[in-house]
């Protein structure tokens, strides 16, 4: 497909999809519009019935009013007009009296022994009957033997007493309203009343039945309206259901108007139950062959029903389908414009586009020469600039890329060159420990060929160094270069030789590591210098140690010769001079014992000690010393086990050059604080601090070099030799110095492997002091 078949495809389908987004909105937005629209107008009806129903109850009570008033008139008058004995009174009289108050009629009641019955009444065809049932309050109990009705439906007013006007259930035009006067000072009860025309208004006032039938016919998408009385109407719907005969809420007074035909019962009940929680619930369905939407309204003004509207959706839906067919004309109209603007409008875009894509072209071939005419200022003018722009870069770049290549093929040789003339073994291992290259360094000190070790895993490393280099192996799998370290290598004729090894990942372009580049250097001469520095300082230390040893020894050997002559002097043996004796000879045992071990040359061999023991016998070797100097140790060692894989003689030595200079840095005497502790779980810290004249700064980065030192004495080896037999054990010595304040030396050493596993817990029990 062309570029501008596909522009053309592309306008039209996206027009396509925002006119399909566009109707769907249109639709679902005029749904919910409509719909709001429909619950407003059944909440407008429902308003407007409840203020019906009111007027309706305001009218009525105003006309019951103005009745009860006109009967009590006309019963306080008859009282005055009529004599107290019943049997003096005729009923012409109550006929003019009737005529004349303007009431329907008057009847005299009094008790029988059959019950109560009309005497006297204006109305022939009340003689003889019944009283009115319902119609007596209380207060006639001694004339009447039984009270009908309820005393809340009727008033009281100077012995009057007017019952609530009643509408016949059979015929809604029957309506009555009765009066009854008795001032207890005559022998019956006056009932004047009036019935029929003179209130017929009232049934019209009160029918919400009217008012109903006249909203369906303003609203003719309204259905149904019904009045509920809830409580009523859950009762005897929840019965019906229960055993399974229809409901007809009319007939039990539970629908207080209108008409229920729409009946969705068990949705009913739970629905109307929420309305008369004060919510109005609508909802849609289909009831009696039609889609509706149906509605439980409460009435703020009356709690006591609910206004219930069903709704005809078939206005909704008409509605929704007119739109729904404007929409869809009109999108094809603007579909097939579009179709057509697009293809023209497509052509001209791309027209500039086919001499770039020459262009293109030609530069893919090789052919930087000619260049692009620019004839508009638009992106695709821009887009030939850009491209004439790439076009000379591309001739350029081709012609640096070509220099450095010949560059790089340069440099590859000289590498190559490099690599081979150098006098490192260098090996390139793959990720499996395979031999992928070698040069001839490492042929020469390891005695193997390239050739025989290509793609095999070589033996060069000892079985006693073989977890060393698993460690190792770990540290460089993680990403980090392993820097020059010393180790021991094994030849293929099985010389051990010592060697600083320095191991680097090698990367892909993708930042994968690929394989593994070590360089090897043979120091097994540098060792046997060292090994001989070490010897002289030694040497120097047990000369300088000798006059130290020398008094100590004196002193027990003093005292042994006094001991000696008073035993000899007196021919007795005596046991307590026996064990001081012993106890002197014991002492300068232990001092000749620690003075041979320093001196005696002995083969480096690393074995696991605890380093608080080895500062204890450095303690007990120099404590004399430290008398003749006026100077007191004091250590704080902790209480956790401290071992770690050391020399101990070398460990001795570092310890012993320390204290000597501190010694030698106080020469008025003072405290030198030895503090031990576990830090990092895995080290453990070793600080000396003495009180002396301190060195200054500038001259603190010197120490440590060959030679260098401030004594007229010194050699100025004996801190490079602490400094390597510190490294030689793997650990760090660091010196801080404040001039007039004295000097701190701190010593790192790692932990046993073992114990560098334990729970630190008794590091943080706490930490000794020993004063010697």
């Known amino acids: 497909m062309s570029i501008k078949a596909k522009l053309s495809f592309i306008i039209s389908g996206t027009l396509l999809v925002i006119m399909f987004f566009n109707m769907m909105l249109n639709y679902f937005s005029t749904k919910e519009n409509l719909r709001l629209d429909s619950e407003e107008k059944m909440m407008l009806a429902a308003k407007q019935i409840a203020i019906a129903i009111e007027q309706a109850h305001f009218g009525a009570d105003y006309i019951e009013r103005i009745l009860e008033e006109k009967l009590r008139l006309a019963a306080v008058y008859a009282a005055k007009e009529l004599d107290p004995d019943i049997n003096k009174i005729a009923n012409e009289q109550l006929v003019r009296l009737s005529e004349t108050l303007g009431i329907s009629h008057i009847a005299l009641f009094e008790t029988r022994p059959g019950g109560i019955v009309v005497r006297r009444s204006s109305n022939p065809d009340d003689l003889a009957a019944s009283a009115p049932q319902g119609n007596f309050p209380m207060e006639l109990e001694p004339w009447f033997a039984t009270k009908q009705g309820e005393a809340g439906e009727e008033q009281e007013q100077d012995h009057f007493w007017s019952g609530p006007i009643k509408i016949s259930e059979s015929n809604s035009n029957s309506v009555d309203k009765w009066g009854f006067y008795y001032d207890g000072q005559r022998n019956y009860v006056i009932d004047p009343y009036i019935k029929g025309r003179e209130i017929e208004d009232f049934s019209k006032l009160t029918d919400m039945d009217e ?175 850009r491209i004439n722009t790439m076009t000379h870069n591309l001739s350029r770049y081709t012609n640096q890329l070509q220099q450095s290549y010949e560059e790089n093929r340069a440099m590859k040789d000289q590498l190559e060159s490099f690599i081979n003339q150098t006098s490192d073994a260098i090996h390139v291992v793959d990720l499996e420990g395979r031999v992928i290259r070698a040069n001839k360094a490492f042929e020469q000190l390891f005695g193997w060929s390239a050739e025989e070790v290509l793609g095999t895993v070589p033996a060069i490393v000892p079985d006693s160094h073989r977890e060393e280099e698993e460690q190792a192996a770990k540290w460089i799998a993680s990403g980090k270069p392993l820097v020059a370290h010393e180790t021991i290598r094994i030849t293929k004729s099985g010389q051990l030789l010592d060697v600083s090894v320095s191991t680097s990942p090698i990367y892909d372009e993708n930042g994968n590591c690929t394989a593994y580049a070590s360089i090897t250097r043979d120091i097994t001469g540098n060792k046997k210098m060292e090994e001989l520095l070490r010897r002289s300082e030694k040497l120097t230390t047990v000369g300088q140690l000798a006059a130290g040893v020398a008094h100590e020894i004196r002193n027990p050997l003093t005292t042994l010769r006094g001991f000696l002559q008073f035993q000899q002097q007196t021919r007795t043996l005596n046991l307590q001079h026996t064990d001081l004796m012993l106890s002197e000879l014991d002492r300068i045992n232990l001092i000749v014992s620690e003075f041979l071990i320093l001196a005696k040359p002995q083969a480096t061999q690393f074995q696991k000690k605890d380093v608080r023991y080895i500062l204890g016998d450095v303690i007990s070797l120099l404590d004399s010393q430290a008398h003749l100097f006026n100077i007191e140790f004091v250590t704080r060692f902790t209480f956790a086990p401290s071992v770690i894989e050391c020399e101990e003689n070398h460990l001795k030595q570092v310890f012993i050059n320390i204290l000597k200079n501190a010694f030698e840095a106080m ?45 007229e004495t010194g050699t100025g080896l004996g801190l490079m030799v602490s400094q390597r037999i510190i490294q030689s054990h793997k650990g760090t010595m660091e010196i801080t110095s404040v001039v007039n304040e004295g000097t701190t030396v701190t010593i790192t050493l790692p932990l046993a492997r073992e114990e560098a596993k334990e729970d630190n817990l008794k590091e943080k029990a706490g930490s000794g002091r020993l004063t010697v």
């Open 211 to 385: 008012t109903v039938k006249q909203t369906i016919e303003a609203n003719p998408h309204i259905l149904e309206i019904a009045g509920i009385r809830p409580e009523q109407f859950i009762e005897e719907a929840r019965s019906a259901q229960e055993e399974g005969r229809s409901f007809e809420g009319k007939a039990n007074g539970s629908i207080a108007f209108g008409t229920y035909t729409y009946a969705d019962r068990e949705y009913d009940i739970r629905n109307v139950e929420k309305a008369r929680q004060g919510e109005a619930v609508f909802y849609q369905t289909k009831l009696g062959g039609l889609q509706v939407i149906k509605s439980f309204i409460p009435v703020p003004q009356d709690p006591s029903y609910l206004v219930s509207i069903v709704m005809d959706y078939k206005m909704i839906s008409s509605v929704l389908g007119e739109q729904l067919i404007n929409n869809i004309a009109i999108s094809i109209v603007l579909l097939e414009i579009t179709i057509i603007g697009s293809y023209f409008l497509s052509g001209m875009i791309i027209r500039p586009l086919h001499a770039i894509l020459d262009k293109v072209n030609e530069v893919a071939d090789g052919h930087f020469g000619s260049r692009l005419k620019i004839k508009s200022k638009d992106e695709l003018g821009l887009l030939a600039k």
């Open 667 to 711: 020469p008025g005497g003072g405290t030198i604080v030895l503090q031990l502790m576990i830090v990092d779980q895995d080290q453990v810290c070793i600080r000396i601090i003495d009180q002396g004249h301190g060195i200054p700064e500038d001259k603190i980065s010197l120490l440590g070099q060959p030679f260098y030192t401030d004594k």
